[in-house]
Every structure is written in C-alpha cells, then in structure tokens.
C-alpha cells in the first residue's frame, strides 16, 4: 500500500500563486512516477503535470506550461506542484497519484494509488 497525503489547495485570486505538495509513504517501488491531476466540475479527471523519479523528465499540460512547476524530493518523498499565474479556468480539485511505471503515462488507468484531493479556487 502507498499512501498520498496532499496540501496546500485553498483560495486565490487570478493572477497569485499556490504551492500543492504530496507526502508519499509505505511500500513504494524505488523508481517511480508521480503525477498531479485536477478535476473540474462536470469535466473528466486531466492530468496536469508529472515527473518521473529522477525528474529528468516531466510532462506538462499545454493549459498550464509555462505557469506550473512540478519537482520532487526523493528523501523527503514530497512532490510539489507550483502554480503560478493562476486564472480561474484552473480552478478544481487537485489530486496526486502514483503509478510504478518508470516513465509518464497520462491517462489515469496507470496510477494505482492517489491522494484525497485539494481543492483549489481562483476567483476572478
């Protein structure tokens, strides 16, 4: 079992920026990818970005390349999703996931735990 703790969703106006982060813990496999994703109302789970355990590669959405920043801390097990030019249309629930593949996948079948989800508000 792996579990996914998230933080740091909340409120911002268009134009701030927020800082999501991920605590992994139990059995994870030693090399492995972690993902953010979000979900908007009535619309299907996306990916947003991800990275890979070297974080040699990651992956970007074009809705948010340019703006957002994934990385991780492999000693700490945290990965970190910065968001910054924030515009309402990115308003969702955020949620973190894994998957033991040591390449990135975007479609969700290939991630088998996630967190619980953070909730993030952009107010125009």
């Known amino acids: 079992q792996v579990q996914l703790v998230e933080s740091g969703g909340g409120l911002v106006q268009a134009g701030g920026s927020l800082r999501l982060s991920c605590a992994a813990s139990?059995?994870?496999?030693?090399?492995?990818?972690l993902g953010w994703f979000r979900q908007a109302p009535g619309k299907e789970r996306e990916l947003v970005a991800a990275?890979?355990?070297?974080?040699?590669?990651?992956y970007y959405s074009d809705s948010v390349k340019g703006r957002f920043t994934i990385s991780r801390d492999n000693v700490k097990n945290t990965m970190y999703l910065q968001m910054n030019s924030l515009k309402p249309e990115d308003t969702a629930v955020y949620y973190c996931?894994?998957?033991?593949?040591?390449?990135?996948?975007?479609?969700?079948?290939?991630?088998?735990?996630w967190g619980q989800g953070s909730q993030v508000t952009v107010s125009s």
């Open positions: 990275i890979t355990w070297s974080g040699g590669t990651t």
């Open positions: 139990g059995r994870t496999f030693s090399n492995y990818t």
């Open positions: 996931a894994y998957t033991p593949r040591t390449t990135v996948v975007v479609t969700p079948e290939w991630y088998t735990y």
